[in-house]
């Protein structure tokens, strides 16, 4: 499921430094599996060449020479009608002013009039324009039109000076793209809460015991959750991963703090698919202060950390309970019976002794176990296609 791939989008482009960044962006909508249109205004053009998007999307760039040309009269209609995402990045604050007011005095602004599809703005300009009040009234009529802002964030200007203006990232913006085309997929309406990484439990305030979860396929999967158009909550403890466009992120540490995370979160939610490696045990009592070398070799005392699916076990909510076995030994015996302790409707079971599975890497070769007794192995893939076999076998729960 990749709500990019075949999608057709214009990227409108107006005159600011940030132009670079939208010829990344192409690169990656592209890369991605879109189709993409550009659009370049006058002022662009003195910062880009239509050639060069034309190299990264291998489709022809448009101009403003374009709209008086021998198709003049329907390029823009054609555009705006087959498009199904109207992109402009970087949007200056000229551009938001046409927008808001109706101009279309070129042709990125006659094909916005034109277009039927959802449009998304990526603003970027210098320091003081974006909170000028006149740019923040623009904003506000183009918002409640419906349409939707991407930034712009906070940072280092072109002037020198530093402040809310910056264009957001090539990479975090492609997500909220994607994310805003897959609005309307299988699971909209549709809440489901997601868990991630290992567990972080306190000796004293430097060290703790955790494990060797990444975290990468807790976040494939909250991804594939969003790309079937389900709101997300996603409980994490510390990762370098990047959050997903789109997902509510709740960040934890210890076991403790989860549950109380999980209890709360799917209190009314679809779904839960706990993946997170939550620590079976804690110190029992963490030392205050830093334990000294000096003081000798300590003796740590464990205590029993609670089981987050057992206590959901006899709860309304959520509606569908997935978890994960990772296992070094008797995968399938350990999962089965982890599958029914829990009241579970279907488990991930998953070994960790291979080395082209399980930690740290980008793939995973898993068993999915049913409560009523059926399985089925998957081969060895990617992440994100587990992923996507986990949400769409919920989503056939869910209906």
Not at 257 to 266: C, G, N
Not at 274 to 301: E, H
Not at 370 to 376: Q, W
Request: hydrophobic residues 45%; positive net charge.
């Amino acid at each position: 499921m990749n709500p990019l791939k075949d999608k057709r989008i214009i990227l409108g482009v107006t005159g600011s430094i940030a132009c670079y960044k939208a010829v990344d962006l192409a690169s990656k909508l592209r890369q991605a599996g879109a189709i993409v249109d550009v659009i370049l205004t006058k002022s662009a053009l003195q910062f880009v060449t239509p050639l060069t998007f034309q190299s990264v999307t291998g489709q022809p760039a448009h101009t403003d020479d374009d709209l008086w040309g021998n198709s003049g009269h329907v390029l823009h209609v054609g555009l705006g009608e087959k498009a199904d995402l109207f992109v402009i990045a970087p949007a200056t604050a000229n551009t938001l002013a046409k927008l808001a007011h109706g101009q279309a005095d070129n042709l990125l602004t006659i094909t916005a009039l034109a277009a039927r599809c959802p449009l998304l703005i990526a603003p970027a300009m210098d320091g003081g324009m974006y909170d000028h009040p006149a740019t923040q009234a623009n904003v506000t009529t183009l918002r409640a039109r419906g349409v939707t802002f991407a930034g712009p964030v906070a940072g280092h200007l072109a002037s020198g000076l530093s402040g809310v203006g910056r264009m957001m990232e090539p990479l975090e913006l492609r997500g909220v793209i994607r994310h805003k085309l897959a609005e309307n997929g299988a699971l909209t309406g549709k809440k489901i809460v997601v868990t991630a990484g290992g567990t972080q439990e306190p000796i004293d305030p430097v060290r703790y015991i955790t494990n060797r979860s990444s975290g990468k396929q807790g976040y494939a999967i909250a991804q594939a959750a969003l790309d079937f158009g389900a709101a997300v909550t996603l409980i994490s403890t510390p990762t370098a991963l990047p959050v997903p466009a789109g997902a509510k992120l709740l960040s934890v540490s210890t076991a403790n703090d989860m549950l109380k995370a999980v209890q709360s979160a799917t209190a009314n939610a679809d779904a839960l698919v706990m993946v997170a490696a939550v620590a079976d045990f804690r110190p029992a009592n963490a030392a205050k202060q830093k334990i000294k070398k000096g003081d000798g070799i300590p003796t740590l005392k464990l205590a029993a950390n609670p089981d987050i699916l057992a206590t959901l076990a006899t709860q309304e909510f959520p509606r569908v309970r997935v978890g994960f076995a990772a296992e070094s030994q008797n995968l399938l015996d350990n999962a089965a019976s982890k599958l029914r302790r829990k009241k579970l409707d279907f488990i991930v079971a998953n070994d960790i002794s291979a080395s082209d599975a399980g930690f740290a890497v980008d793939t995973n070769r898993v068993t999915l176990l049913f409560a009523d007794g059926r399985t089925e192995a998957l081969p060895l893939q990617e992440k994100n296609a587990v992923a996507e076999k986990v949400i769409e076998t919920i989503t056939k729960l869910l209906e």
